[in-house]
């Protein structure tokens, strides 16, 4: 089955800066990746998402690029700021589940 | 927006029990899943709905876990006798469209399962 690795497990970075968070995963037939943003205790909310069919796409302050050869894909959050302090799971999908990275930690120091 | 719900929000038993988690998921959607996540960990798949019927399950998804879709809203999870390694959040989703995987699945807020 599907296997995917997410680095690093955490990131401290100050308010401003930029944070890359990126996944690898194993099944090539996977074609959908998914990110969620989940704060504690709460629900894990979807921020943005990829197709296979794309190479990046980008919401605001949010990015994620897809390497299909490469089987891997990277979220890219710009100008920081303490809201954005949460964990943050990446996902790949090819069937009908989802599967999950173990999670990063963020951290933004005001 | 639309959101999927699930009651209860905290259900503590006792080993052995039976429990019975609750889903409503967004009413136009065709497939609905069940996920859990124990405390720090990540969200791992269970088992996935479609048409009435289980279309995936994970190892986790043994004997003592069942799912059913009771009426036209309403999805469950039933675990039959709860064990201590049971305790976790277990996340309901929902997907609309048919096509395989690339379709957004919603969350809802979870129930909280603590088995003493």
């Known amino acids: 089955g599907e296997n995917v690795e997410q680095h690093p497990s955490t990131l401290s970075v100050q308010e401003g800066d930029s944070a890359v968070i990126k996944c690898t995963y194993s099944?090539?037939?996977?074609?959908?990746f998914p990110w969620y943003k989940q704060e504690l205790g709460k629900r894990p909310q979807l921020i943005i998402d990829?197709?296979?069919?794309?190479g990046e796409k980008k919401d605001q302050r949010i990015a994620v690029t897809l390497n299909k050869t490469a089987k891997h894909f990277s979220l890219h959050i710009t100008e920081t700021q303490p809201e954005d302090s949460a964990v943050y799971f990446c996902?790949?999908?090819?069937?009908?589940?989802?599967?999950f990275g173990k999670g990063t930690k963020l951290s933004v120091i005001p | 927006e639309p959101e999927v719900t699930q009651t209860p929000s905290h259900q503590v038993t006792q080993m052995g029990q039976e429990v019975i988690l609750r889903c409503v998921p967004i009413?136009?959607?065709?497939?609905f899943y069940w996920y859990r996540q124990i405390l720090g960990q990540k969200v791992e798949f269970l088992v996935s709905f479609y048409n009435n019927e289980i279309s995936e399950k994970s190892e986790i998804f043994d004997d003592q876990f069942s799912v059913e879709r009771p009426d036209g809203s309403n999805f469950t999870l039933k675990i039959r006798s709860t064990k201590l390694e049971d305790s976790a959040m277990y996340f309901c989703?929902?997907?609309?469209?048919?096509?395989?995987?690339?379709?957004?699945?919603?969350f809802g807020p979870g129930t909280r399962l603590t088995v003493l």
């Open positions: 989703a929902s997907r609309y469209r048919t096509s395989s995987g690339a379709d957004t699945q919603y």
């Open positions: 009413s136009n959607h065709l497939y």
């Open positions: 990829i197709r296979s069919n794309v």
């Open positions: 099944d090539s037939a996977s074609n959908y």
């Open positions: 996902a790949a999908s090819g069937s009908y589940q989802l599967t």
